[in-house]
């Protein structure tokens, strides 16, 4: 079946240092792939998707391109803020031949950011 | 634009209790769907109602069951309550039911189980 490893955290980093949060795979078919953000206490926001292979997507300084050769969502940012202290979600969104869009995420990453 | 709502925030429910959290779709969504997030996990995909009919449904026993209404509101019902139900309960709503279409979550319903 389908599924989602992500970087094992947490991940601690200074203000304006450069992110990597690793993201990998599996799954059947031509899956979406979303990265997703939840701050404490609150619900899950997206932040970004590629629903094809190469697409890059972006939203608030953040990237991730889907790698189809490497099955990989990796997700970077140039300079973190402290603002950006929280849980990090990388998903697939199902393309098994179904007919609905069941996500599968990974097990989140805890990124805690100090001025 | 109001995104989605769930109702209640917290619940504390007994062994053996039956539940029923709610949750109001953002406005022109037909689809919802249901995740459960244990602490400390990422959610787990239990079904998916698509224009009030089960469209999928996850690994979750048939004591987790659902309903959707003409305004595309929802209902996820569990019976039987046992310890391991403690989680976080998420509601998304999403324009269509496809596997591109962007979900988009609501606060949460936190469940303790004693």
């Known amino acids: 079946g389908d599924s989602v490893t992500q970087m094992e955290g947490p991940v601690t980093l200074s203000e304006e240092a450069f992110l990597t949060i690793n993201c990998t795979y599996t799954a059947t078919g031509y899956p979406s792939l979303f990265w997703y953000v939840q701050y404490p206490g609150e619900g899950l926001q997206l932040l970004l998707k590629?629903?094809?292979?190469?697409d890059k997507g972006s939203n608030k300084g953040f990237e991730a391109t889907y790698r189809k050769e490497t099955t990989s969502f990796h997700l970077e940012k140039g300079s973190v803020q402290v603002s950006d202290s929280a849980v990090y979600f990388c998903a697939l969104g199902d393309a098994g031949g179904t007919s609905y869009g069941k996500l599968t995420f990974g097990q989140g990453t805890i990124l805690t950011v100090h001025p | 634009e109001t995104g989605v709502t769930q109702s209640p925030t917290h619940l504390i429910k007994t062994r053996g209790q039956q539940v029923t959290l709610r949750c109001s779709s953002q406005?022109?969504?037909?689809?919802v769907s249901w995740y459960q997030q244990a602490l400390g996990q990422g959610p787990q995909f239990i079904f998916q109602?698509?224009?009030?009919?089960?469209?999928g449904r996850g690994n979750f026993p048939p004591r987790f069951s659902g309903l959707q209404f003409p305004n595309y509101s929802s209902e996820l019902n569990v019976n039987a309550l046992e310890l391991d139900d403690s989680a976080l309960y998420l509601c998304a709503s999403s324009p269509l039911a496809g596997a591109q279409e962007t979900q988009y979550f609501g606060p949460g319903t936190r469940l303790l189980v004693l």
């Open positions: 109602y698509y224009r009030e009919e089960e469209n």
């Open positions: 590629a629903t094809k292979a190469d």
């Open positions: 406005s022109g969504h037909n689809t």
